[in-house]
Structures are given as structure tokens and as C-alpha cells.
């Protein structure tokens, strides 16, 4: 989808409204919240040198986090379009050495 058309989320916390209007408990979902990501993402610096989806892990951890912490969606938002840049890179190498091929193809016939 092309990123003029992409909205994109407003920053902030994403918890429930009745947990966003007592103090208490918005900091206690903060600390959980925390602490889940922070379980996701040891996990998945564990199975980085181990057999396993290591670096998926520690994005999903990320995500986590993001529903709750705003340096987490900067960070999502940043990858993410790393991630659609370098696709495109890729894409943009395949159709140049299409090309070529092509090129190629076509000069040998005309010889």
C-alpha cells in the first residue's frame, strides 16, 4: 500500500480506556506490559546463536511493547520502513537484471 494512503496510528498507549483513567492501574499495565516484552524479547536474543525465528521473536517483543511505550512505535515505524525500502531495493534489482537479460537476449538474436 502505497504510504500516502497508509494511515498510520497515533502515537501513545493503546490500553483500554477504563485501565487509562485510573492512575494505579495504568502504571501497573505499563510495568506488565514491560515485563511481557522485555520476556519476548530475551527469548528471541536467546535463539539468535540457537536453531529458531530469533530476530521475529525479538520484533514480535517489540510490537509488545508498542501498544504501550512511544520510543517502541518510533522504533516500529523505523523498522517497518527499512523494511519496505529494502524490499524495494530488491525489487528494483530483479526488474534492472530482467532487463539486461532481455537486452542481452535481444542482442544475441539480432546477430
Sequence with gaps: MPRETREEKPLGSRAPKFVQASRPLHMSW???IF??????VAGGVIMLPL????WLVIFGG???????????Q?????TKRKYREGTQWVKDRRAARKERKLAQRAERQSR
Design 35 to 40: 515485563l511481557v516484552g522485555l520476556a519476548i
Design 30 to 32: 505499563r510495568v506488565g
Design 51 to 54: 536453531p529458531g525465528p530469533g
Design 74 to 78: 518510533h522504533v516500529l515505524r523505523w
Design 62 to 72: 517489540m510490537a509488545v511493547w508498542a501498544t504501550e511505550f512511544v520510543w517502541a
